[in-house]
């Protein structure tokens, strides 16, 4: 007697054909739909609907305040040509990519690396005791962080200018993108580092001793043995640090974006304007620009990876 759960070939090519009201799974189009409808509902209204009345409010005049916070016109494109002709949106996207460049793409690579492959053969407590160091300083609350260096920049009282036998030098006026760019790469280093730590793992040991044995020194080894087989691993790094870094409103904590602008990042320049001067309308549209640029650095980084992968 045939068991009636037991479905033979026929009936499982028939399911994966599906009918009107079938599906792989066996439920049917009306009870599969009901299971995703709750998450479904829960995209449109924190992600499709937040990012929607964001498109219509940059092409309006909204304000907090005042007589556009009410009585609210429809400008079209205005608010984009005012930002792409604005000399501070433009010099907040040069000292963003300066920040992403000099903090994520070179600072965390190069320091997550070079402590991933100084700790592979280092004591297990030296490993231990730097891993340690090295994640207390990236889970440590930002607030917290931001204070510890407000106080050891101090120009009185500081740890920096008492090591350094420079009494009365201010950094966070002096050097703010320095300041800001050595700050996230103190903090932001352990994620590359454990991925390097854990893509050097996948370094076949037997690559490693053939290149010893034929007399490569430690950067031709490198470059010959090591990148090649994380060219993959060091990409996806990049891009993840790279928009993380892009999207880093952690400055504010340190500089808020000053001296005169000169530390004033992207996330900055719109909490400035979309908070402290209440432009709702050309806020939004700074921010919808912002958003392309992160789309543009995505998509290079990721046809970077799909050649990578041909």
């Given at each position: 007697?045939?068991?009636?759960?037991?479905?033979?070939?026929?009936?499982?090519?028939?399911?994966?054909?599906?009918?009107?009201?079938?599906?792989?799974?066996?439920?049917?189009?009306?009870?599969?739909?009901a299971?995703v409808?709750?998450?479904?509902?829960?995209?449109?209204?924190?992600?499709?609907?937040?990012?929607l009345?964001?498109?219509?409010?940059?092409?309006?005049?909204?304000?907090?305040?005042?007589r556009?916070?009410?009585?609210?016109?429809?400008?079209?494109?205005?608010?984009?040509?005012?930002?792409?002709?604005?000399?501070?949106?433009?010099?907040?996207?040069?000292?963003?990519?300066?920040?992403?460049?000099?903090?994520?793409?070179?600072?965390?690579?190069?320091?997550g690396?070079?402590?991933?492959?100084?700790?592979?053969?280092?004591?297990?407590?030296?490993?231990?005791m730097?891993?340690?160091l090295?994640l207390?300083?990236?889970?440590?609350p930002?607030?917290?962080v931001?204070v510890?260096?407000?106080?050891?920049l101090?120009?009185?009282?500081?740890?920096?200018?008492?090591?350094?036998?420079?009494?009365?030098?201010?950094?966070?006026i002096?050097?703010?993108?320095?300041?800001?760019?050595?700050?996230?790469?103190?903090?932001?280093t352990?994620?590359?580092?454990?991925?390097?730590s854990?893509?050097?793992s996948?370094?076949?040991?037997s690559?490693?001793?053939?290149?010893?044995l034929?007399?490569?020194?430690?950067p031709?080894?490198?470059?010959d043995v090591?990148?090649p087989?994380?060219?993959g691993?060091?990409?996806?790094?990049t891009?993840?640090?790279?928009?993380?870094?892009?999207n880093?409103?952690?400055?504010?904590?340190?500089?808020r974006?000053?001296p005169?602008?000169?530390?004033?990042?992207?996330?900055?320049?719109?909490?400035?304007?979309?908070?402290?001067d209440?432009?709702?309308?050309?806020g939004?549209?700074?921010?919808?620009?912002?958003?392309?640029?992160?789309l543009?650095?995505?998509l290079f980084?990721?046809?970077?990876?799909?050649?990578?992968?041909?």
């Amino acid at each position: 007697m045939t068991d009636p759960t037991t479905r033979g070939p026929a009936a499982i090519a028939k399911v994966g054909q599906g009918g009107p009201d079938t599906d792989v799974a066996g439920l049917g189009r009306w009870k599969a739909s009901a299971f995703v409808t709750p998450a479904l509902l829960l995209i449109a209204a924190f992600l499709v609907f937040p990012a929607l009345w964001l498109l219509w409010i940059g092409l309006t005049d909204l304000t907090v305040s005042g007589r556009t916070s009410v009585d609210v016109s429809f400008v079209g494109l205005d608010n984009y040509a005012k930002a792409l002709q604005d000399p501070l949106f433009g010099n907040s996207v040069w000292i963003t990519l300066l920040f992403v460049f000099g903090s994520a793409i070179v600072g965390q690579n190069v320091l997550g690396f070079t402590l991933a492959w100084s700790l592979r053969k280092a004591a297990r407590w030296v490993r231990a005791m730097v891993e340690s160091l090295v994640l207390l300083a990236w889970i440590l609350p930002a607030s917290v962080v931001a204070v510890l260096w407000i106080a050891m920049l101090d120009r009185d009282e500081g740890s920096a200018n008492r090591l350094l036998n420079s009494p009365g030098y201010a950094w966070m006026i002096q050097q703010p993108l320095a300041v800001i760019i050595v700050f996230n790469i103190w903090r932001g280093t352990a994620f590359s580092m454990l991925l390097y730590s854990a893509a050097l793992s996948t370094v076949p040991p037997s690559h490693l001793e053939t290149a010893r044995l034929a007399g490569s020194s430690g950067p031709q080894t490198l470059r010959d043995v090591v990148f090649p087989s994380m060219r993959g691993h060091i990409l996806t790094n990049t891009l993840l640090i790279s928009l993380w870094t892009f999207n880093d409103f952690t400055p504010y904590l340190l500089t808020r974006g000053e001296p005169n602008h000169r530390s004033e990042t992207l996330p900055i320049f719109l909490y400035r304007q979309g908070i402290d001067d209440g432009a709702l309308g050309y806020g939004a549209a700074a921010s919808v620009l912002m958003l392309l640029i992160n789309l543009v650095l995505a998509l290079f980084y990721l046809r970077l990876l799909r050649r990578r992968a041909s």
